[in-house]
């Protein structure tokens, strides 16, 4: 049995992984949005690095801006890290 790590769905709340008829959920973390999550809201990497203005924004708000301003529902770069890590573990691929 394989553990995968599910798709982002809907308001972001936590980081899951299946194993089998087991969910693992991570929340939290500290650190930026995960690079996943980004792309999650239509921005590359570099868009959110360079804190580049959205096209689409009337109001000239930056991609870290819309990113963030998402009443922190969104899943951070070490949460996603840490899922990797057990996804490594459970897969025995470590």
């Known amino acids: ?7 982002l769905t809907g308001k972001y709340y936590q980081t899951t992984i ?6 693992i959920n991570l929340a939290g ?6 690079n996943r999550q980004i792309e999650d809201f239509g921005f590359s990497l570099d868009q959110y690095l360079n804190n580049e203005v959205d096209p ?3 109001y ?7 990113v963030n301003d998402s009443g922190g529902h969104y899943e951070k770069q070490d949460t996603y890290f840490t ?5 490594e573990v459970l897969n025995g691929d470590s």
């Open 1 to 7: 049995m394989k553990a995968k790590l599910l798709p």
């Open 18 to 23: 299946e194993y089998g008829d087991i969910q």
């Open 29 to 34: 973390g500290t650190e930026r949005a995960s």
């Open 56 to 58: 689409e924004s009337d």
């Open 60 to 66: 000239g708000d930056t991609v870290k801006e819309i």
């Open 83 to 87: 899922a990797l890590k057990i996804l």
